[in-house]
């Protein structure tokens, strides 16, 4: 899933959520049923017919998102997909995803510049050189799951984040 959620304008909710199975010659009376289903865990109930103008920012990442999850690889790469919204909506984004991901049963790897949300959402945290001498670093984070938001202001997150952010310096030196 890339930053901008590059929904089909011409197609609806529902349609752009079935692409991929469509893509695939899956798509079927069955499937559809199955992702009608989806649409309402995804908080898009009652918008399977609208197009993607008549969305919300964050209504059109979760249809990004859920059209993503359609495509049904057990790896999900997600590019940055929260870098566009405000504040708010980045963290409702947050808490909806913390809550679907236990159900998901996927590998996510999730690509962000956001320390706090790296460390929300992560197991691992890989840091990429900032030049061709250096090296990939990995952080485990050792955060209780199930992770809330609130745990940004708890001293564990707070030191992660540190610890983190010093090593991004470090790398940024070499």
Request: aromatic fraction near 10%; avoid cysteine; hydrophobic fraction near 45%.
């Given at each position: 899933m890339p930053q901008q959620d590059l929904l089909l304008p011409w197609r609806t909710v529902l349609d752009n959520c079935l692409l991929p199975l469509e893509i695939k010659g899956r798509a079927s009376k069955d499937k559809k049923s199955v992702v009608q289903d989806m649409l309402k865990r995804f908080g898009l109930a009652g918008y399977e017919l609208a197009y993607p103008h008549e969305l919300s920012g964050g209504m059109r990442q979760r249809a990004a998102f859920l059209?993503?999850?359609m495509s049904g690889g057990e790896l999900m790469l997600l590019d940055e997909p929260?870098?566009?919204?405000?504040a708010m909506t980045k963290r409702d984004m947050h808490r909806w995803l913390l809550e679907l991901w236990g159900?998901?049963?996927?590998t996510v790897m999730f690509i962000t510049h956001d320390l706090e949300e790296a460390i929300?959402?992560?197991?691992r945290i890989?840091?990429?050189?900032?030049s061709?001498?250096?090296s990939l670093q990995e952080m485990n984070m050792e955060l209780p799951r199930p992770r809330r938001l609130e745990m940004n202001y708890e001293p564990?997150?707070?030191?992660?984040?540190a610890e983190l952010e010093r090593r991004l310096y470090e790398t940024r030196a070499v």
């Open positions: 059209r993503t999850l929260f870098g566009a919204l405000d159900e998901l049963g996927r929300l959402l992560s197991d890989f840091l990429m050189p900032s061709s001498g250096g564990g997150f707070v030191s992660l984040r």
